[in-house]
């Protein structure tokens, strides 16, 4: 068979193809010198794996945020309720601790704990009218509500119905309510809390 002869082509001219022609095998020497077609690039299983683990973890991480429940949301608490302390099934509370609740504007309520119903005292009912300048005002051993702020706290203290939370497991439940609607209409939360 006669090969044919190199065909010349003006510049801007594409070239003809004949039925018989070969493609260009690329045949520059390879890294260790032989001249042997070149193929893909091999793929490094281990880095391949490492890539896989890491994009594993990046979406586990991101759906982990997604469907994770903290703050006020693990609480569970009504609309009533702003804020409560000690955090429910917390378990390294000391045994001084106050137990504190922020209600809404407009809400008041007393505190039970352990099955005891502590007496409630309104800051704004206490009369220091005869307290000096520099003395500090007298509270009794009670749940203290402050109306200006709708917040009840509770601090056992020598005298009080619970003068200390002992080690272990505490029960709160808290009663509240609309002040004009009155105790009859009440609501109820409740959660423990565990002392060491």
Same mark, same amino acid.
């Given at each position: 068979?006669? +090969?044919?002869?190199? %065909?010349?082509?003006?510049? /801007?001219? *594409?070239?003809? @193809?004949t039925p018989d022609a070969t493609p260009a095998v690329d045949t520059t020497p390879s890294r260790n010198g032989s001249s042997a077609p070149r193929r893909g690039r091999r793929i490094d299983r281990g880095l391949l794996l490492a890539s896989a683990g890491i994009a594993v973890g990046i979406v586990l991480v991101g759906? /982990?945020?997604? $469907? +994770? @429940?903290? /703050? &006020?949301?693990? *609480?569970?608490?009504?609309?009533?309720? !702003? !804020?409560?302390?000690? =955090?429910?099934?917390? $378990?390294?509370v000391l045994s001084q601790t106050s137990v504190f609740v922020d209600l809404l504007t407009d809400y008041t309520g007393v505190? $039970?704990? &352990? /099955? =005891? #119903?502590?007496? %409630?005292?309104?800051? +704004?009912?206490i009369d220091s009218s005869a307290v000096q300048p520099g003395q500090q005002v007298d509270i009794p051993p009670a749940t203290v509500y402050e109306p200006g702020n709708a917040t009840l706290t509770y601090t056992p203290t020598e005298g009080?119905?619970? #003068?200390?939370f002992e080690t272990g497991l505490h029960n709160v439940q808290l009663i509240y309510w609309r002040v004009e609607e009155g105790r009859s209409r009440a609501g109820v939360y409740a959660w423990t809390f565990n002392v060491i």
């Open positions: 068979m006669a +090969s044919e002869p190199p %065909t010349i082509t003006a510049p /801007g001219e *594409t070239p003809a @193809v759906l /982990g945020l997604i $469907v +994770s @429940v903290t /703050g &006020d949301e693990a *609480t569970n608490l009504p609309d009533e309720i !702003e !804020e409560i302390a000690p =955090v429910p099934d917390a $378990v390294q505190l $039970v704990i &352990d /099955g =005891v #119903e502590i007496e %409630t005292i309104d800051l +704004s009912e009080a119905p619970i #003068e200390t």
